[in-house]
C-alpha cells in the first residue's frame, strides 16, 4: 500500500494538470511540500508516491512555485527537483515482468495517464511482453480505453490489442472514438494489424447489440463513407434505423419535456415582434398591424433581415451554427462526429424559429396574394437596375400550379444560379450567361467572390487575441467567480452585473486581468474594473458571436483598432461573399462538401434521391427550407451592393 496510513490514503494526491487549468494553482503549496520532503538518498518504493514525485517536479520546471517563497528559497527549491527525474527513471527501470503486477496494482486512478506516458518514455514497453504488461494494467484497473490513448503501448502490444478489441462489441466505441469523433480529449490509437474490416464488422456487432449507446449510433449514423474507416452506405442506414428505433421506443416509455417554439400573427398587437418564453417553449408573436403596413416588396425583405432577424447587424447572419453558442455541460457531454456541423441547443432552437417564421410569413403573404417567390424575382431583375444600375439578374420563380416536389428542385436550381451570376459580376462585371450555363457545376459557397477588399476580419490563433476573447466572453473562463455574491455567466456580464475592484479578484485572476488591461479592453478607475472601449468592445464582441468582423460596417474608430490587431497578426482580413460561419451554414444544409450530418438538402433533390416515405409534408418543410436559404442569399447579395454603393459616396 506505498507505505501509506490511513490519513494519507484519504489525503487527495498531487496532481499536475497543466497550465492552463484552474486546478494547478491552488496545488502548488502541495507540490513545493512534496519536494522539500523529498530525500533522493532514500527515495519512495510504491508507485503512487513515485508518480507524486514525478507530478511534483512538473510544478517546478512549469515555474508553479508560491509567491511566499523567497528567492534563496525558490533556488534550493529548483535544485531540490533536479533529482526527481533520475530517480523516477530508476524506479520504472526496475520493471521486470515478473514484479510488473505487485509494483502497479494499487496506482490511483488520477495517475492512470502518467503512468503509460512513463511506461512509454522509458522504455518499460519495449522489453516486457504483452501478457505480463496487459495482466498489469488489468490489476491497476486501466481500461483498454486508457491504454489506446497510448501509442508506445499500441505499437508494441498491436496483434494482443486486435483480438481485445474484436472481443467485446461495446468496445467499438473506441473504433468510432479514433475514426469519427472530433474534439476527444485523449487521440485513440488502433493497431496496425487493426483493418477496416475488422472496424465495420465491430460496429455492425454494436448496432445488433443489446444495449448501444445512442449517442454513438447517431455518430455511425452521421458518418461520411470512408473505406479507411470501414463504413458503408449500409452501416449507415442500419445505424439510423437502429438509432431511430431506439429513440421513438424511449419515447413511448419516457414522457420527456415539451420544449420548441410557436409562431403566430396577433391582431391586437402594437409591438412589431414579440417573444416569450412559456415553460421550455419559445412563443413569438407578429403584429397583424405591422405585417399588414409592410406588404411593398422591399419590407417583405427588411421583414426578414430585421423582424425575424436573419441579419440584424452589420449584415451578418444570424442564422449559423457558432462555438460561443455551446457552453459548459453541452461541451463536455455531446459527441461529435469529425465531419460534424456543430449544432446545439441554441443552433436548434433558433432555426426551429426561423422556419417557422418563413413558413408562416409565407402563408400570410399568400393570403394578400402575394407570392414570395416573386418578390425575389423583383428584387433581382427589376430592384437591382433601378436601385444599384446592375442589370442581367435573371431569376425564374416556380410555376404556380406546381407541387412542393417541383418548387424545391426549382428553387435549389435557381438558387445555384444566382450565386453563378453575382461571381460572374464581381469577376467580369458583368453577367454572361452563357459563360454560366458552360460553368454550372456545385457551388462552392466558401469561393462566392466579393467585389469589397479585405471584407471580414477573422480571429487568428494567435495567443494573445485567443486568450481575450476566452477571457471575456467563455462561461469556463477563470474570470467569471469572485465569491456567492458576486458572479457571472462570463467576464463581461460578471463586470455589468457587479461593481468588481481590483482587490476584490483572487491571486490567480490578476494576471489575465493585468494582461486586458494592458491592452485597452478594460480598465482599473480604482473603484471598480469596467469595460474601457465600446468601440474595441464592438469589435471583439462580434469576433466572439459572429466569428468574424464586417469591417466595411464598421466606423473609423472601429477600423483603426481593426487595423491594429491584423498588424499585431491577431486578426486576418479576407473576402468573399459569405463570412466562413456563413458558407459553412449553406454547406451544411445543402451538400456533403464539408459535413456528413446535415439534411443534404441540394443534393438530395437535385439527385432524385430525395425522402420517398413522407409525401408531400416533408417537400413542403424542404421547400420552406430552401426559401430561407434563397431569402438569407438575397440579404447577403444585397448587402454587398448596399456597401459598395455607400463606399463610392464616401
Given at each position: 500500500?506505498d ?59 512549469a ?16 535544485l ?41 518514455g ?62 476527444s ?30 449517442n ?45 417554439c ?10 412589431p ?14 403584429s397583424?398591424?405591422w ?34 453558442e ?10 461529435n462526429?469529425?465531419k ?23 402563408h ?43 418548387r424545391?428542385?426549382n ?8 450565386a ?94 493585468d ?16 469595460l ?39 486578426l ?32 438530395k ?10 409525401g ?11 426559401l430561407?436559404l ?5 440579404i ?5 451592393f ?9
Open positions: 500500500m507505505g501509506e496510513t490511513a490519513d494519507d490514503q484519504l489525503a487527495p494526491r498531487l496532481r499536475y494538470y497543466g497550465a492552463g487549468d484552474f486546478a494547478t494553482y491552488w496545488q502548488i503549496h502541495r507540490a513545493a511540500e512534496v519536494i522539500e520532503g523529498f530525500d533522493p538518498f532514500a527515495p519512495p518504493d510504491g508507485v503512487n508516491d513515485i508518480l507524486e514525485l514525478h507530478n511534483a517536479r512538473l510544478f517546478v520546471e515555474g508553479f512555485i508560491p509567491t511566499d517563497v523567497v528567492e534563496e528559497d525558490r533556488n534550493a527549491l529548483v531540490s527537483a533536479k533529482p526527481i527525474r533520475r530517480t523516477v527513471a530508476q524506479w520504472f527501470g526496475a520493471l521486470e515482468n515478473d514484479n510488473l503486477a505487485d509494483m502497479l496494482t494499487e496506482v490511483d486512478w488520477q495517475y492512470h495517464e502518467h503512468l503509460l506516458d512513463l511506461l512509454a522509458l522504455g518499460v514497453f519495449g522489453r516486457c511482453s504483452a501478457q505480463a504488461m496487459l495482466t498489469a494494467l488489468d490489476g491497476a484497473k486501466i481500461h483498454i480505453g486508457d491504454m489506446l490513448t497510448s501509442k508506445r503501448l499500441v505499437e508494441n502490444y498491436g496483434t494482443t490489442i486486435r483480438e481485445r478489441l474484436l472481443a467485446e462489441p461495446d468496445r467499438a466505441e473506441l473504433v468510432v472514438r479514433h475514426h469519427l469523433e472530433s474534439g480529449r485523449n487521440e485513440i490509437f488502433l493497431p496496425a494489424t487493426f483493418t477496416p474490416a475488422d472496424s465495420r464488422a465491430l460496429m455492425e456487432a454494436y448496432i445488433d447489440s443489446a444495449e448501444p449507446n445512442p454513438y449510433l447517431k455518430l455511425i449514423a452521421d458518418a461520411p463513407i470512408d473505406s479507411k474507416s470501414g463504413v458503408d452506405a449500409k452501416l449507415v442506414v442500419k445505424a439510423k434505423r437502429r438509432y431511430d428505433a431506439m429513440i421513438e421506443d424511449f419515447f413511448k416509455t419516457t414522457p420527456g419535456i415539451r420544449t420548441g410557436t409562431v403566430a400573427v396577433s391582431p391586437a398587437q402594437v409591438e415582434v414579440k417573444a416569450t418564453l412559456n415553460n421550455m417553449v419559445i412563443e413569438y408573436t407578429f397583424q398591424a405585417l399588414e403596413g409592410t406588404l411593398e416588396y422591399p419590407s417583405v425583405l427588411n421583414n426578414f433581415q430585421f423582424l425575424f432577424e436573419f441579419a440584424p447587424q452589420d449584415g451578418l447572419l444570424t442564422l449559423p451554427a457558432f462555438n460561443s455551446r457552453r459548459g455541460l453541452e461541451l463536455a457531454m455531446g459527441l462526429g469529425a460534424d456541423y456543430p449544432t446545439g441547443h441554441i443552433f436548434t432552437a433558433k432555426d426551429r424559429a426561423t422556419l417557422l417564421q418563413t413558413a408562416m410569413y409565407q400570410y403573404l399568400g393570403t394578400k396574394d402575394i407570392d414570395l417567390e416573386e418578390v425575389l424575382r423583383w428584387y433581382f431583375e427589376e430592384h437591382l437596375p433601378v436601385e444599384y444600375g446592375i442589370s442581367g439578374f435573371v431569376f425564374s420563380p416556380s410555376n404556380e400550379k406546381a407541387n412542393y416536389l417541383e424545391c428542385r428553387l435549389f436550381a435557381e438558387m445555384e444560379s444566382i453563378t451570376q453575382f461571381g460572374l459580376l464581381v469577376e467580369d462585371s458583368e453577367i454572361d450567361h452563357d459563360v454560366a450555363a458552360a460553368g454550372a457545376d456545385l457551388i462552392r459557397y466558401r469561393t462566392i467572390p466579393s467585389a469589397l477588399e479585405g471584407k471580414y476580419a477573422y480571429p487568428t490563433n494567435h495567443t494573445e487575441i485567443r486568450t481575450i476573447l476566452h477571457a471575456l466572453f467563455s462561461d469556463q473562463s477563470h474570470l467569471t467567480y469572485i465569491n456567492e455574491d458576486i458572479r457571472g455567466a462570463d467576464f463581461v456580464d460578471l463586470l455589468r452585473r457587479n461593481k468588481v475592484s481590483y482587490g476584490s479578484l483572487h491571486e490567480y485572476q490578476r494576471p489575465l486581468v494582461k486586458l488591461i494592458e491592452h485597452g479592453v478594460v480598465e482599473n478607475t480604482g473603484d471598480r474594473i469596467r474601457k472601449d465600446s468601440d474595441v468592445f464592438h469589435v471583439l464582441r462580434s469576433l466572439n458571436d459572429n466569428e468574424a468582423v464586417a469591417y466595411h460596417h464598421l466606423n473609423t474608430r472601429c477600423r483603426t483598432h481593426v487595423d491594429r490587431m491584423v498588424g499585431a497578426e491577431w486576418v482580413r479576407r473576402s468573399s461573399l459569405f463570412t466562413e460561419a456563413e458558407a459553412a451554414y449553406f454547406n451544411y444544409n445543402l451538400n456533403s462538401v464539408d459535413f456528413s450530418n446535415g439534411p443534404k438538402l441540394r443534393n433533390y437535385q439527385h432524385g434521391v430525395q425522402p420517398k416515405g413522407n408531400e409534408a416533408q417537400h413542403q418543410q424542404t421547400y420552406y427550407a430552401a430561407r434563397m431569402v438569407a442569399l438575397t447577403k447579395i444585397n448587402d454587398e448596399w456597401l459598395l454603393d455607400m463606399t463610392k459616396k464616401r
